[in-house]
C-alpha cells in the first residue's frame, strides 16, 4: 500500500479548503489536498454553483498572501456600498433606505464579489501549481485514525497518508468531523436561498442591495456587466413552501413576482441564469479540535448567507490556524500539538458563535410577518443608520475587524 508523508492534510478541496492548502503551503509546510469531486461546469450553467461570494477586505488580504488573489482580480465587481431596505409596509415600495459606504472608513470598497463558479475553475488550476502543494483529484478520505504522533488517513484510491495535522475543510457534512465524534447545534429555519443572476437597466454602481420585507432578505450583489449590459447576482430567501412554488414558476411568471420583491430598485429584472436552491440552516460544532485536527469553514459553521458572512468567516479560521502553526514552527513546535489546536478552538469558538447569532438575529428580522415586528425592524435600521458610532461599529464587524483597526487606515 502506498503511504504518503506530508506537513499537512487538508481534507475538501472547496473553496476553503483550496484556499487552506494555498495558505499553509505559502507559510513553507508542505501540503496535501484531497478532494473527491471532478471539476465542474466552467461557467453559469446547470450543475454549477451558482452562488457568489462577496469577498470582505480582510479576504482579500489572506487570498493575496496566499497567492490566489492575481488570478481572481479580474473576476471580481467592487463593492463599495452596502445598502439595507425595508420593504416591510402595506404596500411593496421601499419604506426606510440606509447606505454604509465605505468611503466613511476611508476604504475605497468593502470587498468584491466574484461568482463561484469561477472562483473555484481558477483556484483548481492556480493551487496545484503553488510550490509544497500536491492536489488529489477525485479520491476521498474513507478512514481517521489518530495517532501519538500524527493522523493516518485511508483514501478512496486504497493509498494512506500520514501527517503531524489534518485540517477538516470537508463541508457542513464533514466526514472527519464525524469521524472524531464531534457533534453540532444546528438551527434549521425551513427557508431556502434561491440563487441566481440577473440583467437589469440600471447600473449597480457598485451598490449591494439587501431588501428586508417577509420570509428573508432579498439581496442583489453586483457582478460584472456583459456586453455592456449590467447584471448582478440574487439571493433570495424565502419560507420552504413559497420558495419550492417559486422555483416551480415558468420564466414570465417568475420574473413578475421576482420584480415584485426587488422593488424596481435596478428596473426590471431578467433573468440570466439557471436556477439553483440552498437550503438554509445554522450550524455550529461543539469543538474545532480533536486529537491531530482542527475543523474548519463549513466543516465547522454554517450560517445563512447575511452580510456576507459565511466564507468570510472560514478565512478567519485559517489565518488564525495559519498563524499559530508559523509560530509552531518557528519555535520548533509540534504543529498537531494539543495545546496548539486547543488554542485554536478557544481562538475561534467564540467568536464564531456570536457571529452567528448576531446573524440569526437578522435572519429573524428579516423573516418577520408580523406588522408590529415589521415596525421595529424598521426603527432598528434607522437607528444602526443614523446613530454615528453604531453604524461604524456595525461596519467593523461586518468586515471582521479587530478593534483597534477602528481608525481604519485606508487600504489600496
Ligand atoms: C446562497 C448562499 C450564498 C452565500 N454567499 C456568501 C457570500 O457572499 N460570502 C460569504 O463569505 N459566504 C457566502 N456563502 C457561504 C459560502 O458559500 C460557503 O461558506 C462556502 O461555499 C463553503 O465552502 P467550503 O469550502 O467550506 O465547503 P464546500 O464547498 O462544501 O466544500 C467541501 C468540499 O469537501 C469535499 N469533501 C466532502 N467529503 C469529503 C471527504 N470525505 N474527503 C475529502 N473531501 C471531501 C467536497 O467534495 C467539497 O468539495 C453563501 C452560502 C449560500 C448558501
Same mark, same amino acid.
Not at 50 to 59: G, N
Not at 149 to 172: T, Y
Given at each position: 500500500m502506498e503511504r504518503l508523508d506530508t506537513d499537512i492534510v487538508v481534507a475538501g478541496g472547496g473553496i476553503a479548503g483550496l484556499t487552506a *492548502? &494555498?495558505?499553509? #503551503?505559502?507559510? !513553507?509546510?508542505?501540503?496535501i489536498c484531497v478532494e473527491p469531486q471532478m471539476p465542474g461546469p466552467t461557467g453559469p450553467t446547470e450543475g454549477a454553483d451558482l452562488r457568489s461570494t462577496a469577498f470582505l477586505e480582510p479576504a482579500i488580504d489572506l487570498l493575496k498572501q496566499a497567492g490566489l488573489w492575481e488570478g481572481l482580480a479580474p473576476l471580481a465587481t467592487d463593492l463599495q456600498v452596502m445598502r439595507l431596505a425595508d420593504a416591510g409596509g402595506a404596500g411593496p415600495e421601499l419604506r426606510e433606505v440606509a447606505d454604509f459606504d465605505a468611503a466613511e472608513l476611508n476604504r475605497p470598497r468593502f470587498g468584491v464579489n466574484l461568482p463561484?463558479?469561477?472562483?473555484?475553475?481558477?483556484?483548481? *488550476? &492556480?493551487?496545484? #501549481?503553488?510550490? !509544497?502543494?500536491?492536489?488529489?483529484?477525485g479520491v476521498r478520505v474513507t478512514r481517521a485514525t489518530p495517532r501519538t504522533a500524527g493522523m493516518i488517513l485511508a483514501l478512496s484510491d486504497g493509498r494512506q497518508l500520514r501527517a503531524p495535522l489534518a485540517v477538516a475543510a470537508d463541508g457542513r457534512d464533514s466526514f472527519l468531523r464525524q469521524s472524531a465524534g464531534i457533534g453540532v447545534r444546528r438551527w434549521d429555519y425551513g427557508?431556502?436561498?434561491?440563487?441566481?443572476?440577473?440583467?437589469?437597466?440600471?447600473?449597480?454602481?457598485?451598490?449591494?442591495?439587501?431588501?428586508?420585507?417577509?420570509?428573508?432578505?432579498?439581496?442583489?450583489?453586483?457582478?460584472?456587466?456583459?456586453?455592456g449590459v449590467p447584471h448582478s447576482a440574487v439571493v433570495w430567501m424565502e419560507t420552504g413552501p413559497k420558495a419550492a412554488a417559486l422555483a416551480e414558476m415558468d420564466t414570465p411568471a417568475f420574473e413578475v413576482a421576482l420584480n415584485a420583491r426587488a422593488c424596481n430598485v435596478l428596473g426590471p429584472l431578467k433573468l440570466a441564469s439557471p436556477l439553483a436552491q440552498w437550503p438554509i440552516i445554522s450550524q455550529i460544532a461543539d469543538r474545532l479540535n480533536a486529537p491531530r485536527l482542527a475543523l474548519v469553514a463549513e466543516a465547522a459553521h454554517v450560517m445563512p448567507p447575511i452580510g456576507a458572512q459565511g466564507l468570510n468567516t472560514s478565512l478567519a479560521d485559517l489565518r488564525c490556524l495559519r498563524d499559530l502553526l508559523g509560530t509552531a514552527?518557528?519555535?520548533?513546535?509540534?504543529?498537531?500539538?494539543?495545546?496548539?489546536?486547543?488554542?485554536?478552538?478557544?481562538?475561534?469558538?467564540?467568536?464564531?458563535?456570536?457571529?452567528?447569532?448576531?446573524?440569526?438575529?437578522?435572519?429573524?428580522?428579516?423573516m418577520a410577518q408580523d406588522p408590529v415586528l415589521r415596525d421595529l425592524r424598521r426603527l432598528g435600521l434607522r437607528a444602526l443608520h443614523d446613530i454615528g458610532p453604531l453604524k461604524k461599529a456595525a461596519m467593523h464587524m461586518g468586515l471582521g475587524l479587530p478593534r483597534q483597526a477602528q481608525s481604519a487606515t485606508p487600504t489600496a
Amino acid at each position: 500500500m502506498e503511504r504518503l508523508d506530508t506537513d499537512i492534510v487538508v481534507a475538501g478541496g472547496g473553496i476553503a479548503g483550496l484556499t487552506a *492548502a &494555498a495558505c499553509f #503551503a505559502a507559510e !513553507g509546510f508542505q501540503v496535501i489536498c484531497v478532494e473527491p469531486q471532478m471539476p465542474g461546469p466552467t461557467g453559469p450553467t446547470e450543475g454549477a454553483d451558482l452562488r457568489s461570494t462577496a469577498f470582505l477586505e480582510p479576504a482579500i488580504d489572506l487570498l493575496k498572501q496566499a497567492g490566489l488573489w492575481e488570478g481572481l482580480a479580474p473576476l471580481a465587481t467592487d463593492l463599495q456600498v452596502m445598502r439595507l431596505a425595508d420593504a416591510g409596509g402595506a404596500g411593496p415600495e421601499l419604506r426606510e433606505v440606509a447606505d454604509f459606504d465605505a468611503a466613511e472608513l476611508n476604504r475605497p470598497r468593502f470587498g468584491v464579489n466574484l461568482p463561484n463558479w469561477a472562483i473555484r475553475q481558477q483556484m483548481r *488550476a &492556480a493551487v496545484p #501549481a503553488l510550490p !509544497g502543494v500536491t492536489l488529489l483529484k477525485g479520491v476521498r478520505v474513507t478512514r481517521a485514525t489518530p495517532r501519538t504522533a500524527g493522523m493516518i488517513l485511508a483514501l478512496s484510491d486504497g493509498r494512506q497518508l500520514r501527517a503531524p495535522l489534518a485540517v477538516a475543510a470537508d463541508g457542513r457534512d464533514s466526514f472527519l468531523r464525524q469521524s472524531a465524534g464531534i457533534g453540532v447545534r444546528r438551527w434549521d429555519y425551513g427557508q431556502r436561498a434561491l440563487v441566481f443572476a440577473v440583467s437589469h437597466p440600471i447600473p449597480h454602481e457598485n451598490v449591494s442591495t439587501e431588501i428586508h420585507r417577509t420570509g428573508g432578505p432579498f439581496t442583489l450583489v453586483p457582478l460584472p456587466d456583459q456586453n455592456g449590459v449590467p447584471h448582478s447576482a440574487v439571493v433570495w430567501m424565502e419560507t420552504g413552501p413559497k420558495a419550492a412554488a417559486l422555483a416551480e414558476m415558468d420564466t414570465p411568471a417568475f420574473e413578475v413576482a421576482l420584480n415584485a420583491r426587488a422593488c424596481n430598485v435596478l428596473g426590471p429584472l431578467k433573468l440570466a441564469s439557471p436556477l439553483a436552491q440552498w437550503p438554509i440552516i445554522s450550524q455550529i460544532a461543539d469543538r474545532l479540535n480533536a486529537p491531530r485536527l482542527a475543523l474548519v469553514a463549513e466543516a465547522a459553521h454554517v450560517m445563512p448567507p447575511i452580510g456576507a458572512q459565511g466564507l468570510n468567516t472560514s478565512l478567519a479560521d485559517l489565518r488564525c490556524l495559519r498563524d499559530l502553526l508559523g509560530t509552531a514552527r518557528a519555535t520548533g513546535q509540534d504543529i498537531g500539538a494539543p495545546s496548539l489546536l486547543a488554542h485554536y478552538h478557544r481562538a475561534r469558538h467564540a467568536e464564531t458563535l456570536a457571529r452567528m447569532l448576531g446573524i440569526d438575529l437578522l435572519n429573524r428580522a428579516a423573516m418577520a410577518q408580523d406588522p408590529v415586528l415589521r415596525d421595529l425592524r424598521r426603527l432598528g435600521l434607522r437607528a444602526l443608520h443614523d446613530i454615528g458610532p453604531l453604524k461604524k461599529a456595525a461596519m467593523h464587524m461586518g468586515l471582521g475587524l479587530p478593534r483597534q483597526a477602528q481608525s481604519a487606515t485606508p487600504t489600496a
